[in-house]
């Protein structure tokens, strides 16, 4: 029985959103978070009855074993150096953090009898596909582009194949490309970050507009990692699942479309680039039919919640680097 939840990197942009629907749902939830980019997203379920928090980092034995005596049922592992500029920039840390903090993370886990593991990857890890008109599956290659990528998929075979005789239930999720809002809004995520400039600018330049990513709705992401947690062992454990919708893949032109219909008259500025480093389309079926996964949210809406924010006023500098990973 899966009382008590722990989740890693839970001020931050999913992690935020995953907690408010862990308590919604009547879990107990622990957030440990070194708070790099501040606790606010925070601060309205710091009341809670059936919150914590512990500011604490993976990489830190001391801190892992203090929240593990805190019996914890299952763990939502999010905390991470995130994204490809942020992982570059900080190597160093991406490689404590995003690897060894986190097999430090699994393996105190196990120690301690945690049932449930539910890892937050990429599918980043897809990279540049071979075949530019195919759709990549979770039986795919994995081309990893980018050191952010690398260390997911190093994670991954770590999780899924060194360790798949482990006691606890270990979960993969490769989160598609990820926008909309949250109260952690982050302003360096493609659609959140267009729809950002063309509300304030009226105008966005496009580099590469013909490569295509899987998008997914944080709300949704979150929601697949309880689902991931709940669901029966048999059907998730040492196993990997694509997170989003096959229908929701776009090229950055096919972004700009789509804001357009919202904001007519946007000017938009292609430049051309002949290579991108991430370029693939992701089939997202196994999720849906193996777990009965479905999305709630499209792009459009995403678009429309950003359009909202900054029509509101409410953020003062919507470019300020505290709305960014880097």
Same mark, same amino acid.
């Given at each position: 029985?899966?009382? !008590?939840?722990?989740?890693?990197? /839970? =001020? ?7 907690? !408010? ?17 501040? @606790?606010? =997203? ?8 059936? %919150?914590? %928090?512990? +500011? ?17 049922? &299952?763990? &939502? ?23 060894? /903090? ?6 105190? =886990? ?9 890892? *937050? ?8 596909? &071979? ?28 999780? #899924? ?8 239930? *270990?979960?993969? #999720? !490769? ?32 580099? /590469?507009?013909?490569f295509n990513r899987p998008y997914c709705h944080v709300d949704d992401?979150?929601? *697949? ?11 998730? +454990? ?5 997170? /989003? ?7 950055? @032109? ?49 678009? !429309? ?16 680097? +505290?709305?960014?990973?880097?």
């Open positions: 029985m899966i009382k !008590r939840v722990l989740v890693t990197g /839970g =001020a931050g942009y999913i992690g935020s959103v995953l907690v !408010r629907i862990l308590l919604n749902k009547g879990y107990e939830v622990i957030v440990m978070d070194s708070l790099k980019f501040g @606790g606010e =997203a925070l601060y309205d379920v710091a009341q809670h009855h059936n %919150f914590e %928090f512990i +500011k604490g980092d993976i990489r830190n034995e001391a801190d892992v074993d203090k929240v593990l005596n805190k019996k914890i049922d &299952a763990i &939502a592992h999010l905390a991470a150096i995130v994204g490809d500029p942020a992982c570059k920039k900080f190597s160093d840390e991406a490689n404590e953090t995003n690897w060894a /903090g986190s097999v430090n993370l699994f393996e105190k =886990a196990e120690k301690a009898g945690v049932a449930r593991f539910v890892f *937050a990857s990429t599918c980043s890890n897809y990279g540049k596909m &071979a075949d530019p008109d195919a759709y990549v599956n979770e039986e795919s290659e994995l081309r990893p582009v980018s050191l952010y990528a690398e260390l997911k998929v190093k994670f991954e075979k770590y999780l #899924l194949e060194e360790r798949k005789d482990a006691k606890i239930c *270990a979960t993969a #999720l !490769r989160f598609a490309t990820v926008y909309g809002f949250s109260p952690r809004i982050r302003f360096d995520l493609t659609v959140n970050e267009f729809t950002r400039n063309v509300c304030l600018t009226g105008e966005q330049e496009i580099w /590469g507009p013909q992401l979150a929601r *697949a990692v309880v689902l991931a947690i709940e669901a029966p062992e048999e059907k998730v +454990k040492s196993n990997v699942f694509n997170v /989003g919708d096959t229908t929701e893949n776009y090229s950055k @032109g096919m972004l700009m479309e789509e804001i357009q219909k919202q904001i007519p008259h946007t000017q938009v500025k292609y430049k051309d680039s002949a290579e991108d480093p991430r370029d693939y389309r992701v089939n997202c079926d196994k999720i849906k039919n193996e777990l009965g996964f479905t999305i709630t949210k499209k792009v459009p809406d995403g678009i !429309r919640e950003i359009i909202k924010l900054m029509d509101s006023g409410i953020i003062a500098d919507a470019y300020s680097e +505290k709305f960014r990973n880097i």
